[in-house]
């Protein structure tokens, strides 16, 4: 493996994880932006973890909503029953 193959595997790894892409900027000493943005390529690998990162939100917001739904009702029907 070349150098420039293992720097560039270690810089997609960085941004994978979501390291700033200003820090990987300063790590490997590019003075514009616009040289660390190449590494910045959208692979399948990427847009698995996205969709899957995505699919678990909406799964917690739906229980959040459910369960905010659930108590506006408790909530209600206590008010309701007050004499």
Excluded: C
């Excluded at 420039?4 to 932006?33: C, D, E, M, W």
């Excluded at 909503?65 to 008010?79: A, N």
């Amino acid at each position: 493996m070349s150098f420039h193959t293992a720097r560039h595997t270690a810089v997609t790894f960085l941004l994978y994880y979501n390291l700033p892409l200003t820090t990987v900027q300063y790590i490997l000493g590019h003075t514009s932006i616009r040289t660390t943005e190449i590494y910045t390529e959208v692979n399948e690998a990427t847009i698995r973890n996205s969709l899957r990162v995505l699919h678990i939100w909406h799964e917690q917001l739906q229980v959040l909503l459910s369960f905010s739904v659930v108590q506006g009702l408790i909530q209600t029907d206590l008010i309701q029953q007050k004499p």
